[in-house]
Antibody, heavy 122, light 106 residues
Framework: EVQLEESGGGVVQPGGSLRLSCTAS????????MHWVRQAPGKGLEWVSL????????YYADSVKGRFTISRDNSKNDLYLQMNNLRTEDTALYYC???????????????WGQGSLVTVSS | SYEVTQPVSVSMALGQTARITCEGN??????VHWYQQKPGQAPVLVIF???NRPSGIPDRFSGSNTGNMAALTINRARAGDEADYYC?????????FGGGTKLTVL
């Protein structure tokens, strides 16, 4: 059974940093691209970033480019999102999601975690 | 950047048919996927690649995609279908979600 479990969320001041983790199990982790998707309170889904199975290819939404870094440790089955220079508008529930392929434009996500809440507030 | 537009809300009577649209320039040339999200839960895939249903999704759910509009159709609506629905497409190397549609079953 595929399982994705996020951790690392919390409350941080504007301008601060936080690192989210997502631990995966139940599938061959390095065979698949992984994504981060966020959802602000009461709002819709917003895609944040993706990383290919081998970690060499990454892409970001314009709203986080230059501030967030996605990475993975395939030896540990872990996905990460390093978030720097956080803004109040980054407050959201952050989901990790598994792609059905390694990086492929046009694919979709077949499994999601339950999310980790990040609150940016002074 | 590519944009897709969904209606904010759709209502339908119990047992009737609902249609949720996702509009974008020449969206018919893209793969469109649909997610259902109920309050407090993670999204669940209900349609992939325009019209395909994952295992476990009832055949009351169907999809179409042509021209500038993709659509998710839910037949014989049930109270349990009340949820937010999101379309997903790719814009080159990045992913775009529609703004989401709140489906109310009256």
């Amino acid at each position: 059974e595929v399982q994705l479990e996020e951790s690392g969320g919390g409350v941080v001041q504007p301008g601060g940093s936080l690192r989210l983790s997502c631990t995966a199990s139940g599938f061959t982790f390095d065979d698949y691209a992984m994504h981060w998707v966020r959802q602000a309170p009461g709002k819709g889904l917003e895609w944040v970033s993706l990383i290919s199975g081998d970690g060499t290819t990454t892409y970001y939404a314009d709203s986080v480019k230059g501030r967030f870094t996605i990475s993975r440790d395939n030896s540990k089955n872990d996905l990460y999102l390093q978030m720097n220079n956080l803004r109040t508008e980054d407050t959201a529930l952050y989901y990790c999601a598994k792609d059905i392929f390694d990086y492929y434009s046009g694919s979709y996500f077949d499994h999601w975690g339950q999310g980790s809440l990040v609150t940016v507030s002074s | 950047s590519y944009e897709v537009t969904q209606p904010v809300s759709v209502s339908m009577a119990l047992g009737q048919t609902a249609r949720i649209t996702c509009e974008g320039n020449n969206i018919g040339s893209k793969n469109v996927h649909w997610y259902q999200q109920k309050p407090g839960q993670a999204p669940v895939l209900v349609i992939f690649r325009d019209f395909n249903r994952p295992s476990g999704i009832p055949d009351r759910f169907s999809g179409s995609n042509t021209g500038n509009m993709a659509a998710l159709t839910i037949n014989r609506a049930r109270a349990g279908d009340e949820a937010d629905y999101y379309c997903l497409v790719w814009d080159g190397s990045t992913v775009v979600f529609g703004g989401g549609t709140k489906l109310t079953v009256l």
